[in-house]
């Protein structure tokens, strides 16, 4: 059995690191050299031309034949999704259609999903409300390469005007969302493996301890959290009603009202997958 890793930054050293001491050759991709899998002893390392090479990862499928797929970064995800028919002669995955993949990366279309079975989201303005709110990208991962940010905070009109345009100008729609308030640590993750019959193979529930930068930032210190029946009956209602299959992490945000928020869903193994592994042997 061998695993191909798409991506070797720190999610895909905690890929590399769950599998390869239980036996699995695991073989990590990446257009970096200097990527942080690349140093590690436990995978074979294997550098492409470019991001995102699907031309190239079909040259590997003699070598590889029916490896099992791990992206750890949107534009793979795009990159299988579109390129699904040709690759599943290959390799193993749960490859989503473009449309199933669109209709959980567009933030737009996640959340009109996510009203349509009852679950909640943060509002969203067409103009600056009367209170400070943030400006996020529909596609957040092309978006943080640019901005180094996740979204931008615009405390008046004249910062909700100047972002919006700025992000225009860079090539990127986006939406105006309430700022849902509360501590880091009623940010909650809820990671899972949905097979094909739609039933969860694995589930696990973390939550944020830290984060940075603070408040719209990446996990930096997180811990596995107690059963928390309502995250995973919101988490299994919204996938399902995606048609979804395969490992995703679904984010919500825990408000003042005690009402769960969904953030975003990622589609593929996240940054705390590790942890996951370690929780649930």
Same mark, same amino acid.
């Given at each position: 059995?061998?695993?191909?890793?798409?991506?070797?930054?720190?999610?895909? !050293?905690?890929?590399?690191?769950?599998?390869?001491?239980?036996?699995?050759?695991?073989?990590?991709?990446?257009?970096?050299?200097?990527?942080?899998?690349?140093?590690?002893?436990?995978?074979?390392?294997?550098?492409?031309?470019?991001?995102?090479?699907?031309?190239? !990862?079909?040259? %590997?499928? &003699?070598?590889?034949?029916?490896?099992?797929?791990? /992206?750890?970064?949107?534009?793979?995800?795009?990159? %299988?999704?579109?390129?699904?028919?040709?690759?599943?002669?290959?390799?193993?995955?749960?490859?989503?259609?473009? $449309?199933?993949?669109?209709?959980?990366?567009?933030?737009?279309? *996640?959340?009109?999903?996510?009203?349509?079975?009852?679950?909640?989201? /943060?509002?969203?303005?067409?103009?600056?409300?009367? &209170?400070?709110?943030?400006? $996020?990208?529909?596609?957040?991962?092309?978006?943080?390469?640019?901005?180094?940010? +996740?979204?931008?905070?615009?405390?008046? $009109?004249?910062?909700?005007?100047?972002?919006? +345009?700025?992000? +225009?100008?860079?090539?990127?729609?986006?939406?105006?969302?309430?700022?849902?308030?509360?501590?880091?640590?009623? *940010?909650?993750?809820?990671?899972?493996?949905?097979? @094909?019959? $739609?039933?969860?193979?694995?589930?696990?529930?973390?939550?944020?301890?830290?984060?940075? /930068?603070?408040?719209?930032?990446?996990?930096?210190?997180?811990?596995?959290?107690?059963?928390? /029946?309502?995250?995973?009956?919101?988490?299994? @209602?919204?996938?399902?009603?995606?048609?979804?299959?395969?490992?995703?992490?679904?984010?919500?945000?825990?408000? &003042?009202?005690?009402? *769960?928020?969904?953030?975003?869903?990622?589609?593929?193994?996240?940054?705390?997958?590790?942890?996951?592994?370690?929780?649930?042997?």
């Amino acid at each position: 059995m061998t695993a191909i890793v798409l991506g070797g930054s720190t999610t895909g !050293l905690g890929v590399v690191r769950s599998l390869a001491p239980e036996g699995i050759h695991t073989v990590v991709i990446d257009s970096n050299p200097r990527t942080t899998c690349f140093y590690s002893k436990q995978c074979e390392a294997i550098e492409s031309p470019v991001e995102t090479d699907v031309g190239f !990862l079909l040259s %590997l499928a &003699r070598r590889f034949k029916d490896a099992v797929l791990f /992206p750890t970064t949107d534009a793979w995800c795009r990159a %299988l999704a579109k390129h699904r028919d040709e690759l599943g002669k290959h390799f193993l995955y749960d490859f989503l259609s473009e $449309k199933q993949l669109d209709r959980i990366m567009d933030r737009r279309k *996640l959340y009109k999903a996510a009203k349509d079975v009852g679950v909640a989201v /943060p509002k969203t303005y067409k103009k600056m409300p009367d &209170r400070p709110c943030i400006i $996020k990208p529909i596609d957040s991962a092309r978006f943080y390469e640019v901005f180094y940010s +996740k979204g931008f905070i615009a405390e008046d $009109k004249e910062g909700f005007e100047r972002y919006t +345009k700025e992000a +225009k100008d860079a090539g990127f729609d986006t939406v105006a969302q309430e700022i849902i308030a509360g501590p880091e640590t009623n *940010l909650y993750t809820f990671g899972s493996y949905i097979d @094909k019959e $739609k039933h969860p193979a694995v589930q696990f529930i973390g939550k944020k301890l830290r984060q940075y /930068p603070p408040n719209f930032g990446t996990c930096t210190l997180g811990m596995q959290t107690e059963y928390y /029946p309502e995250l995973q009956k919101q988490s299994f @209602k919204l996938l399902k009603h995606l048609g979804y299959s395969g490992a995703s992490q679904v984010e919500f945000k825990r408000g &003042r009202d005690g009402v *769960l928020y969904l953030m975003e869903i990622n589609p593929r193994l996240w940054l705390q997958s590790r942890l996951g592994c370690w929780c649930c042997p």
